[in-house]
């Protein structure tokens, strides 16, 4: 079985499994209310997917903003 994957969003390369939002760089280097609110609405995404989906927005437009500088 070939596992779905998608480029990381923190524009370093890597592809990420699908039901990960990113590499594990990227994540860790997210401000840590970011991390947060990704996680606490991926646990009630069902009841909520609105939430969830902003709160991935938010953290594409963090990842865009803040680049890793190389
Ligand atoms: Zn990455």
Known sequence: MVESRHACPGHCGATVARHLLACRDCWWRLPLDLRRR??????????DPGAHRA????TFAWYDAYRRAS
């Open 55 to 58: 709160a991935m927005l938010a």
């Open 38 to 47: 990704v996680t606490s609405t991926y646990a009630r995404r069902d009841r």
